[in-house]
């Protein structure tokens, strides 16, 4: 069974920043995508970063020069860096892993940025 953790959601300040942990356990033979989405109430969830296995990265325009997506491959776990952040990123932030053909999701880590 896989199973997904993240930590690192907080409330901060407009202008602050956060760390956001995920790290996956049980049996995942090969991992092609990490990523991150979030979610606001009433909005559909979104994505805001991925990293593939090549290393290569995307964020959302929205993010983008702020965020930083990374990850530790022997760990199996994925970080995001969230620097400069705006209370439009106020939301519940899921980690996502693609083992194809299956997709697991974390339980989702709040994040409250004030104003």
Do not use: H
Not at 31 to 56: C, D, F, H
Not at 58 to 87: C, E, H
């Amino acid at each position: 069974q896989v199973q997904l953790v993240e930590s690192g959601g907080g409330l901060v300040q407009a202008g602050g920043s956060l760390r956001l942990s995920c790290a996956a356990s049980g049996s995942i033979a090969w991992i092609n995508v990490m990523g991150w989405y979030r979610q606001t109430p009433g909005k559909q969830r979104e994505l805001v970063a991925a990293i593939i296995t090549s290393g290569t990265t995307n964020y959302a325009d929205s993010v983008k020069g702020r965020f930083t997506i990374s990850r530790d491959i022997a760990k199996k776990t994925v970080y995001l860096q969230m620097n400069s952040l705006k209370p439009e990123d106020t939301a519940v932030y899921y980690c996502k892993v693609v083992s194809a053909p299956y997709n697991y999701w974390g339980q989702g880590t709040q994040v409250t940025v004030s104003s």
